[in-house]
Structure formats: C-alpha cells, structure tokens
Nanobody
Framework: QVQLVESGGGLVQPGGSLRLSCAAP????????IGWFRQAPGKEREGVSC????????YYADSVKGRFTISRDKAKSTVYLQMDSLKSEDTAVYYC???????????????????WGQGTQVTVSS
C-alpha cells in the first residue's frame, strides 16, 4: 500500500507563491504517474496538474496554466507543485495521488488514481 504525504501548504497573500511536495516513504514515486488535485469547501475534487511516469507529459487545468508548474525529483522520489501568482480562488485542500497503470500519459480525473495522500491546506487571503 503506497502512502503519500503532502507538505508545503499554508497561508499566503494573493500574488504569492507556495511549493507543495508529495513523497511516499519507502516507495519509488518514479514508478507512478502523479496527479495533484484540490477540493474547496462545497465543491467537487478537481484535477490541477499531473506528470507521467515517463516524464514526457505534463498536464494542467486551464485555471492554473501559466501559474503552476509540476516537476519530479527522481533522486528524492518527490513530486513538486510550484504555485505562483496565487489567487483567492486557489484556496483549497490539495491532494497528491499515484497511478501505477499509466505510462506515457497521465490524467486529471480523480478516478484514474489508486493511492491518495491526506491533503494539505492552501489558503490565499490578505
């Protein structure tokens, strides 16, 4: 059972930046496609970004394109989500998820992922 751990959330002012990390102690994250998702109060969980196992493909939701960047550090077995130019509407609990079945692509649909972290809160407010 892969246990994912997110970190890096917090309170930031509009226009600020945060970097979220996703790790899985004891597991090699390079063996999985990784997705970042978020869920705001009263809303459904939505896909934010994902990165394929092969590193050849990354995808972003339209709402974060140009502001968020997903990356993978194989040596540290960690996936990052760099979030810049944050807006109040980015406030949510952010989750990372792992998919072992997809190789050259990745998905922004929550149903494609088998393993999930507990989430980290991101609050954008002045």
């Amino acid at each position: 059972q892969v246990q994912l751990v997110e970190s890096g959330g917090g309170l930031v002012q509009p226009g600020g930046s945060l970097r979220l990390s996703c790790a899985a102690p004891g597991f090699i994250l390079a063996d999985y496609a990784i997705g970042w998702f978020r869920q705001a109060p009263g809303k459904e969980r939505e896909g934010v970004s994902c990165i394929s196992r092969s590193l050849t493909n990354t995808y972003y939701a339209d709402s974060v394109k140009g502001r968020f960047t997903i990356s993978r550090d194989k040596a540290k077995s960690t996936v990052y989500l760099q979030m810049d130019s944050l807006k109040s509407e980015d406030t949510a609990v952010y989750y990372c998820a792992a998919d072992r079945d997809t190789w050259f692509t990745c998905h922004l649909a929550p149903g494609a992922y088998e393993y999930w972290g507990q989430g980290t809160q991101v609050t954008v407010s002045s």
